[in-house]
């Protein structure tokens, strides 16, 4: 174990799971409740909400931070996603030194085999992300799961911004009986409402403020989505990217909560959210909205 020291604090930090485990199991009863946010670091305080959740409602908070090879299915996205651990584990500690962190390598973590487990998600993994990233939803599958078995969580928080991914992980669950609850956490925001990601760091003070137009998107989309037909919508969507030469707009899609398929005909009885993802400069952004 390597206790983390900031401002006379000490933060139980792990980078081996065997040691990690040990601990866990000296401080566990049959009772207690754990809760667990895994992150690939970067923090902001979209994951700080996720963790002061769990510490309300969990007598135990369990921190990872690794950055998973295996759901990245470009290499350059990869390399260039920003690592910041040190400063990571200070904005922890600055929340509550009590945080317990585990910030394994790929040899630990993967045994040092860093390969996708392959999985049937029911098509959910065929829709919007799943169309553009090849293999993604595998790889995060993969170490969801790996995490899981490792840290055996009473309790999990995902942000809603990776809706998506959310629902995957729920499918997941279920289709392995893991005894986890998943529990999806509202988006937190920037102050122009552009949904906090550790990509935004890459993002230049100018992009960064003209990545309002995401949400401001989705919130005309929500609009136009009580009189029109989704298909209408969509297209104003892709058109009001045309217009705007910052921004590549990679998808925009509404779709059933969920079985995230496409939303053909409106049916008053099921959820809708619209789902998008934009590139600027090459960074990738994604966002989401309940529009019924």
């Known amino acids: 174990m390597f206790v ?9 930090v792990f980078y081996r799971k065997a ?9 566990k009863s049959q ?15 979209g994951h700080l909400s996720l963790m002061q959740q769990s510490l309300s409602e969990n007598k135990f908070t369990v921190v990872s931070i690794f950055v998973n090879p295996t759901q990245f299915n470009n290499p350059v996205d990869l390399a260039k996603y920003p690592r910041t651990l040190e400063s990571d584990l200070e904005k922890i500690s600055n929340l509550n030194d009590q945080i317990i962190v585990y910030a394994p390598s790929v040899e630990d973590l993967y045994d040092g085999n860093p390969i996708s487990q ?3 998600f029911d098509g959910l993994e065929n829709q919007m992300e799943g169309k553009f990233r090849p293999g993604h939803f595998d790889g995060v599958g993969t170490i969801v799961k790996r995490l899981f078995e490792v840290v055996n969580p009473t309790n999990a928080y995902f942000g809603e911004k990776d809706f998506q991914q959310l629902q995957i992980v729920k499918k997941m669950v279920q289709k392995n009986h893991l005894n986890v609850n998943v529990i999806g956490c509202p988006i937190y925001r920037e102050s122009n409402n552009l949904a906090m990601s550790s990509r935004n760091e890459l993002l230049t003070v100018q992009e960064r403020h003209d990545a309002s137009i995401i949400y401001s998107t989705l919130i005309t989309s929500k609009e136009k989505f009580k009189t029109k037909s989704a298909q209408t919508v969509e297209l104003w969507a892709k058109k009001n990217f045309e217009k705007d030469k910052t921004f590549k707009l990679e998808y925009f ?6 079985t995230l398929l496409p939303c053909l005909i409106k049916n008053k009885n099921k959820k809708y959210r619209a789902f998008i993802a934009v590139f600027v400069n090459n960074i990738r952004l994604i966002d989401t909205i309940l529009l019924n």
């Open 19 to 27: 040691t990690f485990n040990t601990y866990l199991n000296s401080i």
């Open 253 to 258: 899609q509404i779709a059933d909560e969920a």
């Open 118 to 120: 392959s999985f049937d």
């Open 4 to 12: 983390f020291n900031f401002n006379k604090t000490t933060m139980p």
């Open 31 to 45: 009772n207690s409740t754990l809760g667990f946010i895994p992150t690939m670091g970067a923090l902001h305080l």
